[in-house]
């Protein structure tokens, strides 16, 4: 059974740093693009970065130039760093992947979130 896990949330004051890891565990064969998602309460969930197997990578305007999202492809790791932290990056952090496991079918997979709170 693929299950993604994430860990390194926490509280941090403005202006801070953060890196959250998320690692995929399970019978995997491949991983396809890997990302990072968040959902602050009262809002929809929305994209915070994505990046490819091959290292392509896209971010929401709102970390653009703060966040850096990055892989280990051999540990099946997604990481995001995160810097300048705002007290409106307080948020549940989700990470999302796409990981074709046993039989060679690909299904995108959501791990079960890690709280990130930015205040002082």
């Known amino acids: 059974q693929v299950q993604l896990v994430e860990s390194g949330g926490g509280l941090v004051q403005p202006g801070g740093s953060l890196r959250l890891s998320c690692a995929a565990s399970?019978?995997?064969?491949?991983?396809?693009?890997m990302g990072w998602y968040r959902q602050a309460p009262g809002k929809q969930r929305e994209l915070v970065a994505t990046?490819?197997?091959?290292?392509?990578?896209g971010y929401g305007d709102s970390v653009k130039g703060r966040f850096t999202i990055s892989r280990d492809n051999a540990k099946n790791t997604v990481y995001l760093q995160m810097d300048s932290l705002k007290p409106e990056d307080t948020a549940i952090y989700y990470c999302?992947?796409?990981?074709?496991?046993?039989?060679?079918?690909?299904?995108?997979?959501w791990g079960q979130g890690t709280q990130v709170t930015v205040s002082s």
């Open positions: 399970g019978v995997i064969l491949s991983i396809r693009t």
């Open positions: 990046i490819t197997r091959g290292d392509s990578t």
């Open positions: 999302n992947a796409d990981i074709t496991a046993r039989f060679g079918f690909t299904n995108n997979y």
